[in-house]
Structure formats: C-alpha cells, structure tokens
C-alpha cells in the first residue's frame, strides 16, 4: 500500500542525515506514505510524532508503541510538541509538497493528466478549493498567483482567458481549466503548482513551521528538508543561512555570523540511479542544517 501511495525521495540520505539515535525524539513533519517515518524508526528512534493534514495519510499507519500520528498542519508544530509534553526534539524531517496519491487521484484535482473536481485541497477540511481561486479572485490577482508561485510569464494572457470563460460559467474541472488555457506541456504543471500552492498556503505554512522548528529543535538536532520547487527552496536556504525568513545574516561584533544553525547539506539531489528507478525524485533537493 504505501508503495502505491508514495515512493520516497533519497531514503537513506535523509535518514544518514537526522543522525539518528536511540532514545532521541524525532518529528517527521509530512508523513504520506511513511517511508520516511518507518526508516526513521527503523534506524533506532526513541520516539517519532509523524505529522500530515491529509487523513488519507493514515491507511499507511504504523503499528509501533514508539510513533504518534499528528492530523494538523505543521505549521503548528511547536504547539503540539507542548501539547505532548516535549520540551524538544533531536530531529525534524520535512518532505515538502504533496504525495503520489495526490497526484495520481483523479478526484483530489491536483493532476492536469486527469479530469476531476478543481480541490487540490491536501486538507480536505480546507476553505478554499482551486475552484474558488479560479472562479472568484480578482484577474490581476489571478495573474500575481501564477507569476508568483507558478513562475508563469504569461500569467496575464492566462488569468484573462480563465476570466473571459468564467463570465460565461463556473469553471469547476481540471479539463475544462486545461481546454481554457492551452499551455503546452512544460507551462501546464506549471499552472497547477501554482494553483496548489495558494489553495494549501504552502509558502505561509513553511515559514510558520521554519520559525518553530528553530525553537523546538534542541542544540545538535539535525533539520532535514526536502524541496521540490525554486520558491520553497529558497525559503530554507535563506533560513538554514540566516535562522530568519529574510535571510539577513546577524553578525557579532568580530563580524562572525549569529545564524542558529550550521549548514550540513546544500541543495544536493537525487542520485542518476534513483531518478531512473523513480523519476518523480528529479526535482528534489536535499538541505540539512545543526541547531547550534
Ligand atoms: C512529499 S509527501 C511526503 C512523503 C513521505 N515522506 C513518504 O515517505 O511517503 C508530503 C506529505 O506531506 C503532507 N503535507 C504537505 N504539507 C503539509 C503541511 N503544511 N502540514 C502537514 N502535512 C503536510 C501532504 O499531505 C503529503 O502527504
């Protein structure tokens, strides 16, 4: 089963990466498939708290006295580790995005190679649905979502073409929105990413969860990220630098730098063997930092 829901991304090297010991208490921030968490586990930990937003996730629970399934966002994840009593953990793992399964359901909406509903909501509680952004936001804010978090150069051209049809009636299918705005294949992901990002406020929930994780992770605790795409990435290379969101670096009077963290890992990728064996692993890139 959780083959089929998702296949993780360089396994090992993140594993290697949290260091992880026994007794040590550990947060798997996006559990999906729990390939991650069931590695993790297996390499000895004390305890792991395995978070997702998408109850979907819980068909791949694990059945171990040492693990704890957290359904909420992780951008409260310094609010759940009180909760639980943690005054800190030795590691974080955070695998940034969204799953096979979301991918390849045709009824959650992420997937422009399939018809269904425009959601794209990964909690399925969420207010707002693709759907909504399409229908309802402004055409100039239409366009600043594409250009943001799609990168789209023509992102104008696309929000008046949705704009013009959606005058006429509701756009609610990925097909009908793919048929609207006839990009070729490269600029369609493109779309959709965007999309998704505002529907899940991905850019707001990691920078709320960047800022906890620095509190609730202990001096030599290992934070482990993996990033799919440039914005997000950016995001925790400027963190992992600077410990802030700016990525201002704060240096002392000697002129040393004040950053909270050491910085393991930058930006390696997939290896040539495992892009082959999963392809879906190309665009990943791992970034690991030591809370000081
Ligand atoms: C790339 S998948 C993780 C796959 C996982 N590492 C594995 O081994 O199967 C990302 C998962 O994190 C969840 N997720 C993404 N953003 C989240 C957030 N802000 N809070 C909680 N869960 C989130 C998604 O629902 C999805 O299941």
């Known amino acids: 089963m959780a083959n089929e829901y998702h296949i993780p991304a360089m396994l090992s090297e993140c594993t290697d990466a949290l260091a992880v010991h026994a007794k040590g208490i550990y947060a798997d921030l996006t559990f999906g498939g729990g390939g991650h968490s069931r590695a993790i586990l297996k390499a000895g930990a004390g305890h792991l708290y395995s978070f997702d ?28 580790m009180d909760y639980y009593g943690e005054p800190g953990v030795d590691g974080i793992l955070a695998d940034l995005g969204v799953s096979f399964h979301h991918f390849d359901t045709a009824e959650r909406g992420f997937s422009f190679r399939f018809d269904g509903p425009l959601d794209m909501r990964m909690n399925k509680s969420g207010k707002l649905t693709a759907a909504d952004i399409v229908n309802t936001y402004s055409e100039e804010d239409l366009a600043h979502v594409l250009w943001l978090y799609g990168e789209l150069k023509n992102s104008r051209s696309i929000a008046r073409a949705i704009c013009k049809v959606r005058s006429l009636a ?25 999309l998704r990002i505002e529907v899940n406020d991905e850019m707001g929930a990691l920078k709320d969860m960047l800022l906890s994780a620095k509190e609730v992770l202990k001096p030599g605790g290992r934070f482990v990220v993996l ?8 995001m925790v290379k400027n963190f992992f630098r600077s410990g802030n969101i700016d990525g201002e670096i704060e240096k002392d009077f000697y002129g040393n730098s004040l950053s909270p963290f050491r910085v393991i890992e930058k930006g390696r990728m997939a290896s040539v063997e495992e892009v082959e064996r999963n392809p879906r692993s190309r665009s990943a890139k791992l970034r690991v930092a030591e809370k000081l």
């Open 53 to 80: 937003q998408d109850l979907d996730a819980l068909q791949n629970a694990i059945d171990d006295k040492r693990w704890t399934f957290v359904h909420s966002n992780f951008r409260y994840l310094r609010n759940w």
């Open 170 to 194: 509701l756009i609610e299918r990925t097909e009908q929105l793919v048929d609207i705005v006839k990009l070729d294949k490269k600029d369609l992901p493109k779309l959709f990413q965007a």
């Open 227 to 234: 990033t799919y795409h440039s914005l997000e990435d950016r």
